[in-house]
């Protein structure tokens, strides 16, 4: 059970202060009855409530996907960087949604948002190879030895061996190249480190895949939108 204005005010029909005021005018319905009292009790899952009689629908999680731009951190909240929760509005904050993994504060691209914990821990565990495709500059001429290496399998710094990640060439020459990069694990730095295992630098990351979802080139860096129903399924598919 929870609390009939805290319900409401989640689901972004306004403050407490104000769900007080509108439950003091008699506009909001419980299961038929009208309610007066905004700190009553309620099952939101079970429970029909209504404001000026139209019915609101109650929902559990939320599932964002957000362009991220550069110079913001993938964490809820930090007390000296702006981070991705920052970059939402109230009515999103309110069901208080955390990054799915991390990008790097210099990466930008495709990040999902969610409050749906199995979910989240579904897409990260390694059980489930789910692919992540980034496109990458990098300082030098990328080879097809790097290709090579990619695919049996890169040992980073640390020497844990990556699994086999797929590299693709769109161009490479001595002053630089662009490349798609196609992982299934998350280490921390992954990308970047890979390439300097290969003598080479990243020197600008962007995520355009994850799960089978593509980053929309209708959102600008920084914007957000909630996932669509086939976005979700294919998302839960992994
Ligand atoms: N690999 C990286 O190096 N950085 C990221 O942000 C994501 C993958």
């Not at 404001?51 to 999680?61: A, D, Q, S």
């Amino acid at each position: 059970m929870e609390r009939l204005d805290k319900v409401i005010s989640n689901l972004g029909y306004g403050s407490r202060k104000e769900v007080k005021i509108m439950a003091k005018k008699g506009l909001i319905e419980v299961d038929g009855v009208i309610v007066k009292d905004n700190g009553m009790a309620v099952d939101p899952e079970k429970s029909m409530i209504k404001i000026n009689g139209e019915e609101i629908t109650y929902r559990k999680y939320i599932y964002l996907i957000m362009n991220k731009p550069d110079g913001v951190i993938s964490a809820t909240c930090d007390n000296r960087e702006e981070t991705v929760i920052d970059l939402l509005e109230v009515e999103h904050q309110v069901f208080e949604p955390f990054p799915v993994g991390r990008l790097d504060k210099d990466t930008v691209g495709l990040l999902l948002l969610t409050n749906d914990g199995e979910l989240n821990h579904r897409l990260l565990s390694p059980k489930w190879h789910v692919d992540k495709v980034y496109f990458a500059k990098i300082d030098k001429k990328v080879t097809e030895d790097d290709v090579e290496a990619f695919r049996k399998g890169i040992t980073l710094d640390d020497g844990y061996v990556c699994k086999e990640a797929k590299l693709e060439i769109l161009s490479a020459t001595e002053e630089g190249s662009e490349v798609y990069v196609t992982i299934q694990e998350g280490k921390f730095h992954q990308v970047k480190r890979m390439f300097e295992a290969v003598d080479k630098k990243v020197v600008y990351l962007q995520r355009i895949k994850f799960g089978g979802i593509e980053l929309d080139t209708d959102l600008e860096e920084g914007e957000y939108r909630e996932l669509t129903e086939d976005e979700l399924a294919i998302l839960k598919l992994n």
